[in-house]
């Protein structure tokens, strides 16, 4: 999948006129993405969170359909910023 993954990015990025690398289409390439596979929260993070506490912050890049944020919103934190190109 990584393989794939930077093929496609390298598909992605365009000079325009003045040679400058640009990037476009990026949120409908992981749009294409999240639509082929199904995700589902694999509880990885539930054996950390004891090490944080609950007024700490969090952000989440990358967050697909966001599970981890939904977890820790789930688990009593407050302070959580989750972002992702796709929709």
């Given at each position: 999948?990584?393989?794939?993954?930077?093929?496609q990015?390298?598909?992605?990025?365009?000079?325009?006129?003045?040679?400058?690398?640009?990037?476009?289409?990026?949120?409908?390439?992981?749009?294409?993405?999240?639509?082929?596979?199904i995700?589902?929260?694999?509880?990885?993070?539930?054996?950390?969170?004891?090490?944080?506490?609950?007024?700490?912050?969090?952000?989440?890049?990358g967050?697909?359909?966001?599970?981890?944020?939904?977890?820790?919103?789930?688990?009593?934190?407050?302070?959580?910023?989750?972002?992702?190109?796709?929709?």
């Open positions: 999948f990584v393989s794939q993954f930077r093929c990015l390298n598909i992605l990025n365009r000079k325009n006129d003045r040679g400058d690398i640009i990037m476009y289409k990026l949120d409908k390439y992981w749009d294409n993405i999240h639509s082929k596979y995700s589902t929260y694999d509880e990885w993070l539930n054996k950390y969170t004891h090490l944080f506490f609950k007024t700490d912050s969090f952000v989440e890049l967050c697909g359909r966001a599970y981890c944020s939904n977890y820790l919103l789930k688990n009593g934190f407050t302070d959580i910023i989750a972002c992702d190109f796709s929709e």
